[in-house]
């Protein structure tokens, strides 16, 4: 029991360190709270939401993948190397097609002419577009003040 909740303390480290210095880790979480936000407003179904965790979930899962990469390679060699240029760029790549594959997720989740009429009304009208503003201001400085400086 010890060893697996030692294996959760290194996970939600991991978390953390994603959290702190990545900045496009923290554009993924901001991206996730509004598409959640909006999904809330739009009325998805229960498999719809099944299908929206799962590219939500992959998505941030990729992009640490992405980070465990980097770092590995940067701690392997700390010249210009073709390998860890194409290993770098490949891991970068995964996080690319995952969000594209997300985009197009969302585009048929949301596809609903209608209800996207209602809940997009519903965004930018009271009690909603208020914490949307306030929303807005903080995932700004989320994204581009928050955490550690590289």
């Given at each position: 029991?010890?060893?697996?909740?030692?294996?959760?303390?290194?996970?939600?480290?991991?978390?953390?360190?994603?959290?702190?210095?990545?900045?496009?880790?923290?554009?993924?979480?901001?991206?996730?709270?509004?598409?959640?936000?909006?999904?809330?407003?739009?009325?998805?179904?229960?498999?719809?939401?099944?299908?929206?965790?799962?590219?939500?979930?992959?998505?941030?899962a990729l992009e640490l993948v992405n980070t465990a990469v980097e770092?590995?390679?940067?701690?392997?060699?700390?010249?210009?190397?073709?390998?860890?240029?194409?290993?770098?760029?490949?891991?970068?790549?995964?996080?690319?097609?995952?969000?594209?594959?997300?985009?197009?997720?969302?585009?048929?989740?949301?596809?609903?002419?209608?209800?996207?009429?209602?809940?997009?009304?519903?965004?930018?009208?009271?009690?909603?577009?208020?914490?949307?503003?306030?929303?807005?201001?903080?995932?700004?400085?989320?994204?581009?003040?928050?955490?550690?400086?590289?």
């Open positions: 029991m010890r060893g697996l909740l030692k294996s959760f303390v290194y996970a939600f480290n991991g978390i953390k360190n994603a959290v702190l210095t990545e900045r496009n880790f923290r554009i993924h979480m901001t991206a996730i709270f509004f598409v959640l936000y909006f999904a809330a407003l739009y009325g998805l179904n229960s498999m719809q939401y099944a299908v929206l965790y799962l590219v939500l979930a992959l998505v941030p770092k590995s390679v940067d701690l392997s060699t700390e010249e210009h190397n073709e390998l860890a240029k194409i290993a770098k760029d490949s891991s970068a790549a995964a996080v690319l097609v995952a969000a594209f594959g997300a985009i197009g997720v969302a585009v048929a989740l949301f596809s609903d002419i209608e209800k996207l009429k209602v809940a997009l009304s519903a965004v930018f009208s009271l009690p909603h577009l208020p914490i949307l503003i306030i929303a807005v201001i903080f995932w700004i400085y989320f994204i581009f003040f928050f955490g550690k400086k590289r």
